[in-house]
């Protein structure tokens, strides 16, 4: 190693100058105190329900049918993705889940 080298690399190595402009320091931060949050129900959705236990399904509807082929083409699977089912909860109100329908893949 020559004496030019060895001067780059103590250089590098050398602290910053003073004039360096340095972060500003943060305050020290603890951990977050316990504390005790209430929940509120929005106004006006009072008694309107939601989905009672148990559902019973009432019908079902399909997309048309989907071929499915694995990526190296030897196995081909035909399938009819579900469109919508159509249930009824314990207070006989109907329970509607539609499904989007699959893009080719």
Do not use: C, H
Not at 42 to 66: F, H, N
Not at 77 to 105: C, D, G, H, L, W
Request: glycine share 10%; aromatic share 4%.
């Amino acid at each position: 190693m020559s004496k030019q080298d060895a001067d780059i690399i103590g250089k590098a190595l050398q602290q910053p100058a003073a004039s360096a402009k340095r972060l500003p320091a943060l305050p020290a931060r603890g951990g977050i105190p316990g504390a005790t949050a209430k929940g509120t129900q929005p106004a006006g959705t009072a008694g309107s329900g939601g989905i009672d236990s148990p559902l019973t399904e009432q019908s079902r509807s399909y997309w048309p049918t989907v071929q499915a082929v694995t990526s190296d083409g030897l196995l081909q699977i035909a399938y009819q993705p579900i469109k919508s089912v159509v249930m009824k909860n314990k207070s006989a109100r109907e329970v509607v889940f539609n499904y989007a329908q699959p893009t080719a893949s």
